[in-house]
């Protein structure tokens, strides 16, 4: 009966720290984060993509750091980085190597500058 307890308390330790270590997915989701891409038709080698980060009035969201990955829409590829940096208030730019045509998936993890995150996800399709 005592070693069930000290099992159920360990399980409860462990899934208690699990849980605390885990970082919430959507943290802001107030926010807008609207993408452009250039050139446009997007074409395999070097991209830019520029980012304006809102909030729901419309007011420029300053100070976040945006970490991207590109990922392309069938398996067995492997993913490129890149990291965003703001050039203005609210609006920020990246330059992303697409190594080849297709359909690409790009996820962005947006680290607000309070430490909040969330993640928001859209695509690049027809890469020539």
């Not at 395999?44 to 590109?70: F, H, M, N, P, Y």
């Not at 829409?73 to 890149?82: D, I, K, L, T």
Request: with cysteine; net charge neutral.
């Amino acid at each position: 009966m005592f070693s069930k307890r000290i099992a159920l308390a360990a399980l409860c330790v462990c899934l208690a720290i699990v849980q605390g270590c885990r970082q919430p997915n959507e943290t802001a989701p107030d926010l807008t984060l609207e993408h452009e891409v250039s050139p446009q038709p997007p074409r395999t080698g070097q991209v830019t993509i520029t980012l304006r980060l809102t909030d729901t009035s419309g007011t420029a969201v300053t100070g976040a750091r945006i970490k991207l990955e590109g990922n392309m829409s069938h398996a067995g590829m492997a993913p490129v980085f890149a990291d965003a940096k703001e050039t203005e208030p609210g609006r920020y730019r990246s330059d992303m190597e697409l190594s080849m045509a297709g359909d690409w998936h790009v996820s962005a993890r947006v680290t607000l500058a309070d430490g909040r995150g969330f993640d928001r996800q859209f695509e690049i399709k027809g890469v020539r």
